[in-house]
């Protein structure tokens, strides 16, 4: 019997395991050899173990990827229902369906899922696979960097350019001329990796150079 364990969604029955708790080595060595990307998560769906092939369709490096909540993979369309989808999976203990993700250079990828809930008691595991006719390639590798690598200028003008602001309107909340902030917001897009500055964005807000 699983004792009761507080959940702030809906209550749901929970399918029987399909593995047991000694069996776990198997798992982790089915995930990290699997031919397509996958994931496991918690109850809570926060991420526990993703595999090569993940990082690769995502851009989220293991290190990223563990500890992160499940809905912010998801696009802002694929999350209405979620808790729903969520309550049905452990309950009939398997489903599939199309989904959109968000990459960590902030792009969107259709993939279709597979998941099955309870493989091991608490652990649900998900296959992820990208709809046909997408670019698939992973995102550029990033060079080492860590976060404050940007100017506090170069900081300021993609944040200001993050909150929808103009050149011109950026410039002028900063006292230097359009061209300077230009400058900064290029010079950032060079050292974050970015061919864009919605990428750039992206990647300065989950490094942690601007707000999020």
Do not use: C
Request: hydrophobic share 45%; aromatic share 4%.
């Amino acid at each position: 019997m699983f004792e009761p364990t507080l959940n702030r969604g809906p209550v749901a029955a929970v399918s029987p395991p399909w593995l047991m708790s000694a069996e776990e080595p198997l798992l982790w060595q089915f995930v990290d050899r699997a031919p397509v990307a996958m994931l496991a998560a918690d109850e809570e769906r926060n991420l526990l173990r993703v595999n090569a092939l993940f990082s690769e369709l995502t851009g989220y490096s293991a290190e990223k990827a563990v500890g992160m909540h499940l809905d912010d993979l998801l696009a802002p369309e694929s999350r209405p229902g979620l808790e729903m989808r969520w309550v049905d999976l452990l309950g009939s203990g398997m489903a599939t369906a199309r989904i959109v993700v968000m990459r960590a250079d902030g792009q969107r990828l259709n993939v279709r899922y597979g998941a099955f809930a309870n493989v091991l008691p608490g652990i649900q595991v998900a296959a992820l696979i990208a709809e046909p006719g997408q670019d698939t390639r992973s995102p550029r590798p990033a060079r080492s960097r860590r976060a404050g690598q940007l100017t506090r200028r170069e900081q300021e003008s993609l944040r200001l350019v993050a909150m929808g602001m103009t050149t011109a309107a950026a410039a002028e909340q900063l006292s230097i001329s359009p061209e300077t902030v230009r400058t900064h917001v290029r010079n950032a897009m060079n050292k974050l990796g970015a061919r864009t500055r919605a990428q750039a964005i992206a990647v300065a807000m989950r490094d942690g150079e601007i707000p999020g």
